[in-house]
């Protein structure tokens, strides 16, 4: 472990040292530049990289455990070089600088995956560089999510089930599609390859052996309503949505639920009770969604402490932040987490069973919560109250 974060720490100096040193007019100084970046990022299981322009630099930053730390700035001058590369890279027209654009890197010799999107900006074209692989292939079950043990105990139970909805809630980035492909993992197992299993996605972020996955294409007049539409004919018994993103898409997917397949499906919500609101606020008819959603589930990450970090007094450092725990440890800083304290994420969730609620009235209350998840971890010195604070803010 530490051999290697040293090896990290080496070629962020390394990095550093070519940027400062480089001549950036050199023509082939945006394609060594790249291809360096996607590498360390690769290497550093960096979930994202952002070339940011400025207006006298490019800003080069990647998020680590969820988190954006700055890496440098360029010149000025060589920031569309740069942000071409990535495009050409992806595929994606070059001379195009008016509009967003959307494309993928694929290089099986350096095992990456990129989405990279880019975005016009009042100092140039923005680009984010998605590391799809880092962390995805290494969780291909729902044993190795880290799940608290009674969310993943429903969760198998309710993906056993031939029809209903299994929702995967949470803000952006809180590791929603990478629990939502678990999901399907666990089926193909569980399976033996004896259901059929679809996706729909925009985009397909990951390949899943045992699963036809189809992406979105707007220009191709090809929608996520369309696509499900189309789907429902060939006759699938497990569907994979990546985002029910409006109402006809969730009118569908939930019709569908209730029709003989199941679906699993991810959606931006604060909560398991949020979800469900958020459902009827669309126009879903919330018998509908009583009777077709059998389990949702919201979830959040927080970050590991590193080994550096030490115990502390809980009336001191948790109970004033509401976090309610006897026991408590907080972050230092070393070479080792560089600085941040923290290496590595974990999960934090809650469900709420829908499948076993009455016909009438209301569900049972979410099991296990977002606080409660989070004090255990708080409790086992996995993470820290500030941490919990950062992600869950302050306790209603």
Known sequence: MCATVASRRDDIAQFAAFVNGAATSDAKFATE???????????????DVHLDPTSDALEVRWRLDGVL???????????????ARAKVLA?????????????????????????????????????????????EKSLSSLAQLGLPAAVESELQRHLAATSG????????????????YACLREVVATSGGGRSIASLEDPVEVAVDGVTQSQINLSAGFDMATGLRSLLRLDPEVILIGEMRDRTTAEIALQ???????????????????????????GIADYAVRNA?????AQRLVRRLCTCAKSADAAEHAQPLGVKVSDCRVAI?????????????????????????????????????L?????????????????VVRVLGFHP
């Open 33 to 47: 530049f790249v291809s360096r970046l996607l590498r360390l990022a690769r290497d550093a299981r960096a979930s």
């Open 69 to 83: 730390h700055s890496l440098g700035r360029l010149p000025k001058d060589v920031a569309p070089n740069v942000v």
């Open 91 to 135: 595929g994606l027209l070059t001379y195009e600088i008016a509009r967003p654009q959307e494309g993928r890197i694929c290089d099986k010799s350096l095992e990456l995956e990129v989405r990279v999107s880019t975005f016009p900006t009042l100092f140039g074209e923005r680009a984010v560089l998605r590391m799809l692989s880092s962390g």
């Open 165 to 180: 909805a299994v929702l995967v809630v949470g803000p952006a980035g809180s590791g929603k599609t990478t629990t939502a």
């Open 256 to 282: 569908a639920a209730l029709t003989g397949q199941l679906v699993v499906t991810t959606f931006h919500a604060g909560n398991c009770t949020d979800a469900i609101r958020r459902l009827v606020d669309m």
């Open 293 to 297: 959603v059998r389990l949702v589930i």
């Open 333 to 369: 800083g070393c070479d080792e987490c560089r600085g941040t304290g923290y290496v590595g994420r974990s999960l934090i969730a809650e469900w709420q069973d829908l499948g076993n609620s009455p016909a009438e009235g209301t569900p049972a209350p979410p099991g296990n919560n």
């Open 371 to 387: 606080w409660t998840s989070a004090e255990s971890l708080v409790e086992a010195g996995v993470t820290s109250p500030l941490e």
